[in-house]
C-alpha cells in the first residue's frame, strides 16, 4: 500500500514549508534523518507493556536492547542514576513524577504560567492543578530575573512537599543548586523541568540539574534534538516508585519506534558535533538578543544565557503578541506570542514574543545569520520596509541553508 495521496500532499506541503521558513520556535528543532528513519521504524509494530527483562509480552528482545541502549546512554549523559524512557511527552513525564512523589492534594510550589513556567505545572485546567494544591511564584518585577529570596519565603510559609524549577519562557541560567537549598530548609522534593534546556545540559552548556534533583523531568525534541517525547531521570532510591508512576500508572504500552528515536538522538548528543551546535546555540542566542536591544526592543533580563529570547512588543511598537507573530509569519519566520510575567493582555493575544535559537542552530545559522534574521524582524515590526523585500531575504537565507534535501514523499 503506497502513501496516500492526500497524505502525500500534507507532507510535501509540509516539508516545504520547514525548508523555507526560519524557525524561531523555542521548542522546536530539525531532527536528524537517521531520527526521522527510527520514528517511522519497524518499531512501531511491537506491544512490549512492562520493562526492559520484564515484558508482559514476548518477542521483546531487539526492543529490549534499544530501550536499554537509551536508557543507559541518557544515564551517562546526564549522570543520572536512573531513567526512565517511556513518557509519551512532557507532559506525561510530569504527571508520572507527581504521581511518584506525591498523594492528591499535597502542596507544591512551581514557577507560575505568566512567569514562564508550564501548564503542566498546576494550571487550573491541567490535571496537575486539579489534583495538587499549586502555589507559584514569579519573577522580580525589577530586571525580571527569578527571584530566590522570593522562592525560600514562599516555601517557608506554604511549606510544599514538592518545589518544581524549570519553564517554558525563561532566558537566564537557572541555580538548581539554590533551589536544592531551599527545598531543604522545608523538607521538600526538588524536581527539576530541564524540558527547554536539555540539550544544552547535555553539552554541559548548563548546571546538571541531575546532580542535585530528587527527579528531573524532560521532553526529548527540544533542545536535545530527538524524537517527540519525555524522559525521567531521577536518584536510584526512586527508581521502583517512577517506573510504576509511568507505568501501569499512567500510561500503557510504551511508543518504542519513539523510544528508538530518542535513543537515536542521545547518540548523536553524545558526538563532539552536538557540543558545538549547543555552545552556538547560546552564541546566536546572544547575538540575536543584542541586535534587538540596540534597536531598543524590551528584552527581558536584557538578554539571554540559553536558547531563548522574550521581548516586549506592546510596549515598543504598540502591537500585540498576536499581531507581531502574524506579522512576522506573514515574512516567513515562524515564532510564538508569549505571555510575559504581569503581562495585562489576554493569553490570546499577549504582549510578548518567545523566539529562540535551536532550529536555525541545527541548520547552520551563525552569528552573522542571526544578526541579519535580527534586523529583518526589527524592519517587519517597524514596518520601515516592503514585506516583498523581507521575504526575499528570508527566502535567501533559507536557500543558503537548505535542510532536509534528501527527503522526498
Ligand atoms: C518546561 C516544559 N515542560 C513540559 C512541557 C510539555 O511537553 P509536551 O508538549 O511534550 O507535553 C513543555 C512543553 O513545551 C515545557 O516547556
Not at 151 to 171: C, D, N, R, V
Request: charged fraction near 25%.
Amino acid at each position: 500500500m503506497n502513501l496516500d495521496k492526500k497524505l502525500i500532499d500534507s507532507l510535501n506541503g509540509e516539508l516545504k514549508r520547514q525548508q523555507n521558513h526560519i524557525e524561531l520556535i523555542a521548542s522546536e528543532n530539525y531532527v536528524s534523518e537517521a531520527v526521522l528513519i527510527a520514528n517511522g521504524s519497524i518499531f512501531t509494530n511491537k506491544y512490549c507493556e512492562g520493562y526492559p527483562g520484564k515484558r508482559y509480552y514476548g518477542g521483546c528482545n531487539f526492543i529490549d536492547e534499544v530501550e536499554q541502549l537509551g536508557i543507559e546512554t541518557a544515564k551517562e549523559i546526564f549522570e543520572a542514576e536512573h531513567v526512565n524512557i517511556q513518557p509519551h511527552s512532557g507532559s506525561q513525564a510530569n504527571a508520572a513524577a507527581y504521581k511518584a512523589f506525591l498523594k492528591p492534594g499535597d502542596k507544591v510550589l512551581a514557577m507560575g504560567l505568566k512567569a514562564g513556567g508550564h501548564l503542566s505545572h498546576g494550571f487550573s485546567l491541567n490535571s496537575s492543578g486539579e489534583i495538587y494544591n499549586f502555589e507559584f511564584y514569579g519573577v522580580s518585577d525589577k530586571d525580571y530575573y527569578i527571584d530566590y529570596n522570593e522562592i525560600k519565603e514562599k516555601a517557608l510559609s506554604f511549606m510544599p512537599k514538592m518545589i518544581i524549577a524549570g519553564a517554558s519562557a525563561y532566558s537566564r541560567e537557572i541555580d538548581f543548586k539554590k533551589f536544592r537549598e531551599i527545598a531543604d530548609q522545608v523538607g521538600a522534593y526538588l524536581m527539576v523541568d530541564m524540558a527547554h534546556i536539555a540539550g544544552l545540559v547535555a553539552a554541559k552548556e548548563h548546571q546538571n540539574p541531575c546532580l542535585v534533583a530528587d527527579v528531573v523531568t524532560t521532553t526529548t525534541h527540544k533542545t536535545l534534538r530527538g524524537a517527540r517525547g519525555g524522559m525521567i531521570l531521577c536518584k536510584k532510591e526512586y527508581a521502583k516508585k517512577v517506573d510504576s508512576a509511568v507505568f501501569p500508572g499512567i500510561q500503557g504500552g510504551p511508543l518504542e519506534n519513539l523510544i528508538a528515536g530518542k535513543t537515536q538522538a542521545l547518540l548523536e548528543a553524545k558526538d563532539i558535533s552536538f557540543k558545538e551546535y549547543a555552545k552556538q546555540v547560546i552564541k546566536n542566542a546572544k547575538t540575536l538578543a543584542k541586535v534587538l536591544i540596540d534597536n531598543n526592543f524590551f528584552v527581558l533580563t536584557n538578554g539571554t544565557d540559553n536558547h531563548l529570547i522574550n521581548f516586549d512588543v506592546k510596549s515598543t511598537f504598540n502591537l500585540t503578541g498576536k499581531q507581531a507573530e502574524s506579522i512576522l509569519e506573514s515574512i516567513g519566520i515562524i515564532c510564538n506570542k508569549e505571555l510575559l510575567p504581569f503581562d495585562q493582555e489576554s493569553s490570546v493575544n499577549t504582549s510578548g514574543l518567545r523566539v529562540g535559537t535551536a532550529a536555525m542552530t541545527t541548520r547552520g545559522f551563525k552569528e552573522e545569520e542571526f544578526i541579519k534574521v535580527g534586523n529583518i524582524i526589527v524592519k517587519a515590526l517597524k514596518k520601515s520596509v516592503d514585506i516583498e523585500i523581507l521575504k526575499k531575504e528570508v527566502n535567501e537565507l533559507c536557500l543558503k541553508f537548505p535542510i532536509y534535501e534528501n527527503i522526498r514523499y
